[in-house]
């Protein structure tokens, strides 16, 4: 299976701006990119997906670069609330379980 | 979206007793379910894929006679931690694959099993 590297943790204030990468080298032609985010004690949260190029909700942007071994989630002006765990993973279309790497540990400091 | 729940939230049992945790997709029908298992600090770590009228697939090193799954219909999977262990602690979450072509998964809220 396609693995996914993160940072271990990082640190942010409120108000800023917050970029997460994550490396994906082995990505296969199928794979879309998915982050999702988890709270202490909660089940992960859908974040956002994309395939290629830059993809915008209302929560984050994910920016893939053409070569797609890379993705950058970006969240715009972070508060305290979203101190969390997020998580890359790469989705195809089977029917299989989700691989979780170590994720990236987001800490929000007022 | 898409809610699945999971039932009971948290538990705490005696050292040899079973415990069952259930897991239902509230609005749509799954096929398909997951469950992980999560130490403190850690990520989620998959036990077994639990399919709708067949037998669960387990990952290697879950022991399947210990963690029993069943997969009765089409909204509900449980998964049963027989004789449960204080090395059987940790945090249950399942996920509930939806019907469509895409592979979206949606998560419970977890179980806190906690094993004195």
């Known amino acids: 299976l396609a693995k996914t590297t993160q940072p271990i943790s990082m640190d942010s204030y409120e108000g800023q701006e917050v970029n997460i990468t994550c490396s994906h080298n082995?990505?296969?032609?199928?794979?879309?990119i998915t982050w999702y985010q988890q709270f202490p004690s909660q089940g992960p949260r859908f974040i956002i997906q994309?395939?290629?190029t830059k993809v915008t909700n209302e929560v984050a942007s994910l920016f893939i670069p053409a070569d797609r071994k890379s993705s950058t989630l970006s969240l715009p002006r972070v508060s305290l609330s979203d101190t969390a765990v997020y998580y890359c993973l790469l989705m195809d279309t089977g029917r299989r379980a989700l691989t979780f790497g170590s994720g990236t540990r987001l800490q929000v400091q007022p | 979206g898409a809610v699945v729940s999971q039932h009971p939230s948290w538990v705490i049992c005696k050292s040899g007793t079973s415990v069952k945790i259930e897991c239902r997709s509230l609005d749509f029908q799954a096929t398909t379910m997951f469950w992980y298992r999560q130490f403190p600090k850690q990520s989620l770590m998959l036990m077994a894929t639990s399919n709708e009228g067949s037998k669960a697939t387990y990952e290697q090193g879950v022991e399947k006679d210990k963690f029993l799954i069943n997969h009765a219909s089409l909204t509900l999977s449980t998964l049963t931690v027989t004789s449960a262990h204080p090395e059987d602690s940790s945090f249950y979450i399942c996920?509930?694959?939806?019907?469509?072509?895409?592979?979206?998964?949606?998560f419970g809220p977890g179980t806190r099993l906690t094993v004195l």
């Open positions: 996920s509930a694959q939806g019907q469509g072509a895409w592979n979206e998964q949606f």
């Open positions: 994309g395939y290629k």
């Open positions: 082995n990505i296969a032609t199928n794979d879309y």
